[in-house]
């Protein structure tokens, strides 16, 4: 990997991370739990208890992507950025380009 492609690399991890963060916030904003005090009805009550754990789920989500370029930003500068972390090749420089928190090749991610 070249020098000009990490430097691509590392502007697209800062760009993702600070994404990340706001994203995150506004999530954990809308898990909040339900309160039963709000004169909603049933369904609405219900509506709102699925959609807040719909939420979560995409919570988690945002938490591991974000801590995989949390990972790739501490690593960025070291001479095993870029190597799969199961089969030890070179992931591909556009995956790299596309999801810079990939820590898998795109055969042992599948």
Do not use: W
Not at 63 to 78: M, T, Y
């Amino acid at each position: 990997m070249t020098a000009e492609e990490k430097a691509i690399i590392a502007r697209k991890i800062e760009r993702k991370l600070s994404i990340s963060y706001v994203k995150i916030a506004q999530m954990e904003e809308m898990t909040k739990p339900v309160s039963p005090e709000n004169s909603i009805g049933r369904i609405s009550r219900m509506d709102a208890i699925n959609n807040k754990s719909v939420m979560e789920a995409a919570l988690r989500t945002a938490r591991k992507e974000l801590e995989d370029l949390k990972h790739a930003s501490r690593h960025l500068n070291n001479d095993d950025f870029g190597k799969c972390e199961n089969c030890g090749e070179m992931i591909d420089v556009k995956r790299l380009m596309v999801m810079p928190g990939s820590r898998r090749c795109m055969k042992c991610a599948r």
